[in-house]
């Protein structure tokens, strides 16, 4: 049997973004930048550099960090947080300024997976962009929530119910020219066509 280790798997960027304006002001702890970091790190087999940022509720500094990631080499950017209807909340906002195409599947498919949970689920305005060689994707705010839009519902025996959004992430950063993402199945099985898949080393 042949060992693997991240060094067999390709390097990633990762921008990972908290948006609030009372934990980047010290009010309280972040919780959003430790959850993705602890889901990434548990699901993809890639070697990742993350990029954290804990920012204020400020369309212009949204939109200001999530070029910056771009530009620093990220592939993909996840941001939590600012997403409801709430006054405050305008990370889509930011998020759709910066764009360059929208992928309006993901923000859909999240909805679909909270509703199994809350019917508040629909006040939720998650969007997902492409800038550049870029994937940017809105998240919920509660780590709880995070974890089950990544990776979906699964049954006792750990069968998929419902598919998480990342499913289709490591696809669409090959289809935008990134890096080759790879995941641990038993977290999340990514899908690609059979002629995308690249022979194991």
Known sequence: MTMTSSADFDPVKIGIVSISDRASGGVYEDK????????????????ITFEPRLIPDEVPGISATLIELVEAGCALVLTTGGTGPAL??????ATLAVAHKEMPGFGEQMR???????PTAILSRQVAVIREQCLIINLPGQPKAIAETLEGLKDAEGKSLVHGIFAAVPYCVDLIGGPYIETDDTVCAAFRPKAAIRPQR
């Open 32 to 47: 959003g930048l430790p959850a993705l970091q602890a889901w990434l790190t548990r699901a993809l087999k890639n070697p």
């Open 88 to 93: 405050r909340d305008v990370t889509p906002e």
């Open 112 to 118: 679909q997976i909270s509703l199994k949970f809350v």
